[in-house]
């Protein structure tokens, strides 16, 4: 919610039942309920038409009349929250039935008014309640997320620690880059989180950033610098734990997802390029004639 302003969407066919809500909503304005809310309102008639609104606006709120000239029902809330999973919605009906209420809360539904005992403070209490309830129920799910996310974070790095790699960690010593050139590691980090943006940037808008090469040349740079698969943990790691900070969940997920495909293919092009150098050292050949002055 942008400051204490509330976008509602309603989506009701009752020209009445229209006027009644956008005449409680004003009233509740300054009242200690809103506390400072100031709502809009928007309405649409039909459920094709409240879901063409929500494909062109963000709101806040859903306020859905079960009965609808295009959808009857039940399933008017199905369709809503299978196309928009995390917009409250609040039901409105004049039946009675309490199995109904506790179906359509067992399929997603974030309220529930009855149209016949409707009045401004339970209008606005419902509202505010459903927009906490998707609130927190986005705190557990980014929650869940980082736990996962750090879980991840923890296997790579005992897969990196138990790893043998024999050129890097016993020619090259052990000390990270991060301890040993934390300027140059910084670098490296940013050019890594870059070229996350590109990856993103590529399969949401199909344009072509050919990361694959750039990411043999994040490596080629890595190999000449030592690196370890370690340090490539350590790069992917301060990436995604900077890139996630304040972001949306969904773009959170989004950094993880492609993350875990790009830190894989940095991998194998670093394998890649020890193995190339560690064949390049094998097939030097010294001559009889250097090695008897090398022994002199």
Do not use: W
Not at 21 to 48: C, D, P, V
């Amino acid at each position: 919610m942008p400051g204490n302003l509330c976008k509602i969407l309603l989506i009701e066919e009752n020209c009445d039942r229209i006027k009644l809500i956008e005449r409680l909503l004003l009233e509740s304005e300054g009242s200690s309920l809103a506390e400072g809310l100031f709502f809009t309102l928007i309405f649409a008639k039909t459920l094709s038409q409240g879901i063409e609104c929500l494909a062109k606006e963000i709101f806040d709120v859903i306020l859905l009349n079960l009965m609808l000239p295009d959808s009857k029902g039940i399933n008017s809330l199905i369709a809503l929250r299978e196309r928009y999973p995390k917009v409250p919605i609040i039901l409105q009906t004049e039946s009675e039935d309490e199995t109904l209420v506790v179906k359509a809360f067992q399929l997603g539904a974030d309220g529930y008014l009855h149209t016949k005992t409707l009045d401004r403070n339970f209008l606005v209490y419902e509202i505010r309640l459903a927009i906490e309830r998707q609130e927190y129920l986005a705190k557990l799910e980014r929650l869940q997320q980082q736990k996962e996310q750090e879980l991840e974070f923890q296997q790579l790095e005992r897969r990196a620690n138990s790893t043998k790699t024999s050129i890097t960690a016993r020619m090259f010593g052990s000390e990270t880059l991060r301890e040993s050139i934390p300027d140059i590691f910084e670098e490296l980090a940013q050019t890594y989180g870059k070229l996350l943006d590109l990856a993103l940037e590529e399969r949401a808008y199909k344009v072509e950033h050919n990361i694959s090469d750039r990411l043999r040349a994040l490596a080629d740079k890595l190999g000449f610098l030592k690196a370890s698969p370690r340090d490539v943990v350590d790069i992917h790691t301060k990436t995604l734990r900077e890139k996630n900070q304040g972001v949306p969940l969904a773009k959170a997920q989004a950094y993880v997802a492609e993350g875990r495909l790009m830190v894989l293919e940095l991998m194998g092009y670093l394998t890649s390029f020890y193995r190339k150098y560690y064949i390049g050292l094998s097939n030097i050949k010294f001559s009889p004639q250097l090695e008897q002055e090398n022994e002199s």
